[in-house]
């Protein structure tokens, strides 16, 4: 099997082509190239990667010859105060340049990363441009796959979270605090309830759906997460109990984002349907992820 593979150098693309080049899949990478590859710098084989800024994609499929599905994980979030033109040219035009060029040479399936934000029926700041185009491109999905040209699959996950996530992200900052037993973290109530789901069960999830891609027909969905919504406090708390931390958790310190999603959950039906199942609940995935980073360090 041959897939290609974008935003490979970004927190799940990276999981994903580690995992993939392990099981001896030829894997394509497309990135652009000034991009940080610090996370699979050490993959010194498995992959061929393209700079997408100096190379067509059309040019890419040639060479290449059969891709058999494409794997994209690619995003911008507009955290950076990116121009809402950039947001839409990365999360929707590139995306469906890709979807057209992969129609054209015959590849069997196209995997999509979603997110969870989507169900915000009222998004606001950065996330209005990054949910929209979100929503747009997965609309496009369903349009070339009634086409029968090419299946696509949205996979829309939860509240991703593991080893390499950048720094920025709630989860990261709140094991990294920890583990430097900083004073306090100031904290909303923690009352909302989220779906945390732990980086290999992502993974496993991406490698599920690809090796049941000739079950797979036109459009379809699949909600990834552990299953359970748990409340933001526990979760910093477990965070907490598993480090040993002295870090004082100020929880009602912080108001509640405008808009804030108070609940989310995975339906994870169709994807046990499949053969899937969750390893990794708060507690085993937090352990795990704790120590892989010492690992890391060490």
């Known amino acids: 099997m041959k897939v290609l593979l974008t935003g490979a150098t970004g927190f799940l693309?990276?999981?994903?082509?580690?995992?993939?080049?392990?099981?001896?899949i030829y894997m394509v990478v497309l990135k652009r190239s000034f991009s940080n590859d610090y996370r699979i710098r050490k993959l010194r084989s498995g992959y061929t990667s393209y700079d997408i800024d100096r190379v067509s994609l059309s040019e890419i499929f040639e060479k290449e010859s059969k891709i058999d599905a494409v794997i994209h994980c690619a995003t911008s979030?507009?955290?950076?105060?990116?121009?809402?033109?950039?947001?839409?040219?990365?999360?929707?035009?590139?995306?469906?340049?890709?979807?057209?060029?992969?129609?054209?040479?015959?590849?069997?399936i196209f995997i999509n990363t979603d997110t969870f934000f989507c169900k915000m029926t009222t998004p606001n700041g950065y996330m209005q441009s990054y949910v929209l185009s979100k929503k747009q491109f997965k609309d496009w999905g369903r349009l070339f796959a009634g086409s029968e040209k090419i299946k696509f699959v949205n996979l829309q996950l939860e509240h991703l979270y593991g080893e390499g996530d950048d720094?920025?992200?709630?989860?990261?900052?709140?094991?990294?605090?920890?583990?430097?037993?900083?004073?306090k973290i100031d904290l909303t109530d923690g009352e909302q309830l989220r779906d945390f789901v732990?980086?290999?069960?992502?993974?496993?999830?991406f490698k599920k759906v690809l090796f049941s891609k000739e079950k797979i027909t036109g459009y379809n969905e699949y909600e990834v997460g552990?299953?359970?919504?748990?409340?933001?406090?526990?979760?910093?708390?477990?965070?907490?109990?598993?480090?040993?931390?002295?870090t004082k958790l100020n929880f009602?310190?912080?108001?509640?984002?405008?808009?804030?999603i108070l609940y989310s959950q995975a339906d994870i039906t169709k994807l046990r349907e499949l053969g899937w199942v969750p390893k990794y609940d708060i507690q085993a995935g937090v352990r795990a992820?704790?120590?892989r980073l010492k690992s890391i360090k060490c």
């Not at 009602?252 to 804030?260: D, M």
């Open 13 to 24: 693309g990276s999981h994903v082509l580690q995992e993939l080049v392990k099981q001896n």
């Open 77 to 108: 979030y507009g955290r950076q105060n990116e121009e809402v033109s950039d947001i839409f040219q990365t999360n929707v035009c590139f995306p469906l340049r890709l979807l057209e060029i992969a129609s054209c040479y015959n590849t069997d």
């Open 167 to 183: 720094d920025s992200k709630f989860t990261s900052y709140v094991v990294n605090s920890c583990l430097s037993n900083v004073e």
């Open 198 to 205: 732990y980086i290999e069960d992502v993974v496993s999830a």
């Open 226 to 246: 552990y299953g359970k919504a748990v409340k933001v406090k526990d979760f910093v708390n477990t965070v907490k109990q598993e480090t040993k931390s002295i």
């Open 252 to 260: 009602g310190a912080l108001p509640y984002r405008k808009n804030e």
């Open 289 to 291: 992820y704790l120590s």
